[in-house]
């Protein structure tokens, strides 16, 4: 059992998101916390709107659906968002509150992680904890 877990979730599927929080809560003892990541990659160019305020409103939207995803199971957790690489996020969510497991889930790779590399390749090598890699989903397409 884990004290600190961050749970990194990506927005784009509600079951892979609850998959994750029920895996996290499951390794978490009765006494530990649980903190879920998202990290909102910033593309200044294609926003018409000044990136402060876009910056907000997409922050805001996140952490309300975090917040939503924790209140249909009741689960306690804390809610991270904020702008910046995926992996940097999280590994600097995991550093701050010396987070003992992080949670990610893999996903088919795509030209994107063969230019920049992966966020899971990345969270992998320079996590300074253990990182649990969910590849249930991505296994179920093939």
């Known amino acids: 059992m884990y004290k600190t877990i961050v749970c990194a979730i990506g927005l784009g599927s509600k079951e892979k998101g609850e998959h994750l929080l029920h895996m996290a809560q499951g390794l978490l003892d009765t006494d530990g916390s649980l903190h879920l990541v998202h990290a909102i990659e910033r ?27 924790c209140r249909e ?4 957790a804390l ?3 904020r702008t910046g690489r995926a992996a940097d996020t ?6 701050e509150t010396s987070a003992d497991l992080i949670i990610v889930a893999a996903h088919a790779n795509d030209v994107f992680d063969k230019l920049f590399g992966s966020t899971v390749d990345n969270v992998v090598h320079h996590a300074k904890c253990s990182v649990l890699i969910d590849r249930i989903s991505t296994m179920a397409k093939h």
Do not use: C, T, Y
């Not at 294609?46 to 996140?62: F, M």
């Not at 199971?73 to 306690?76: F, K, Y």
């Open 43 to 69: 593309f200044p160019s294609l926003v018409r709107r000044g990136p402060d305020d876009w910056a907000v409103s997409v922050i805001n939207e996140a952490e309300e659906k975090l917040s939503q995803l």
């Open 73 to 76: 199971p009741a689960i306690p």
């Open 79 to 81: 809610v991270h968002v």
């Open 90 to 95: 999280i590994l600097a969510v995991a550093a």
